[in-house]
């Protein structure tokens, strides 16, 4: 099982130097990816205040790949359905390049209805935006050439580069049906919400039967962690997922004013 953390960029307080700290302290403990989240426009309120901070994540991810070595940089998640396919495609390619393959491209279908609206975004068609940006990343990445027609995407000349030196590896997150779906279908990862192990089993099971005679998607989850419980129940609730067939275990440590104390501990408990 791997471990993995969540960096603490929900906040607007956070200072650059201290994102750098953390990612080479996740990095030096054994940590296989670091996550960064995103939000362009929330509303204002309880989501402003949380999410109004965020930095933009893949300008953070090219930062971060410049001051670390072997340390995956991801986005948990980016908003798909906000994004130009083509310049995501063109910025998501160019990061790959530059970090040596580090990069993983996790996507989402959004969930809070006002920021659709402030920024002109069709929120009830999320879903299946999202299927159609996944499909042309998909011919951009694996050196496809106009013309490439798709249901909302299309473009009749045209040359992409730089054309990614092996598979960029997507993401996708979610608990629904839906979901599962579009990972077998479209992903390399399925990053689960924690609703129990019994639960991430039988969703993990369901991926399974998906993707059955289809390379295999990796199977994760996502926890929070603030310091609230014990390091000894977290690490517990970490192995119990892995025995319920998580590959991969993200946590995100709460403020980022104890998130290196955290990191640590968690890695101690864990034998890392």
């Known amino acids: 099982m791997e471990l993995e953390m969540v960096l603490p960029d929900e906040s607007p307080s956070i200072p650059v130097r201290t994102l750098v700290e953390l990612a080479r302290t996740a990095e030096d403990l054994g940590y296989t990816t670091a996550w960064l989240p995103e939000h362009v426009l929330p509303p204002p309120g309880e989501f402003g205040a949380t999410f109004g901070g ?37 910025q998501v390619a160019t990061l790959h390049q530059l970090s040596a393959g580090r990069v993983v ?36 990445f694996d050196g496809g050439t ?20 092996g598979r960029v590896p997507i993401m996708v997150g979610g608990n629904s049906d839906a979901a599962l779906r579009r990972a077998a279908r479209s992903a390399d990862v399925w990053q689960g919400i924690p609703d129990g192990p019994g639960a991430f089993a039988e969703r993990a099971r369901r991926l399974a039967e998906l993707t059955a005679g289809r390379p295999e998607v990796v199977a994760a989850v996502r926890l929070g962690w603030d310091g609230g419980a014990q390091v000894g129940r ?12 998580a590959q991969r ?6 403020d980022h004013g104890g998130t290196r104390e955290r990191m640590e501990a968690l890695a101690t408990a864990l034998g890392r």
């Open 234 to 245: 977290v690490a517990d609730e970490i192995r119990a997922y892995a025995e319920a067939g």
């Open 54 to 90: 965020v930095y933009e994540p893949l300008v953070t991810i090219g930062h971060l790949a410049a001051v670390t070595e072997r340390l995956r940089l991801g986005t948990s998640v980016l908003i798909a359905p906000l994004r130009n396919p083509f310049v995501l495609a063109k």
């Open 146 to 165: 106009a013309p490439y027609r798709g249901r909302r995407f299309a473009y009749e000349q045209g040359v992409f580069a730089p054309v990614p030196d």
């Open 105 to 140: 491209l996790g996507l989402g279908v959004g969930w809070i209805e006002q920021e659709f609206d402030a920024v002109g975004a069709d929120y009830h068609h999320r879903g299946a935006i999202t299927d159609d940006v996944i499909a042309l990343l998909r011919h951009l």
């Open 249 to 254: 275990v993200a946590v995100h440590f709460g």
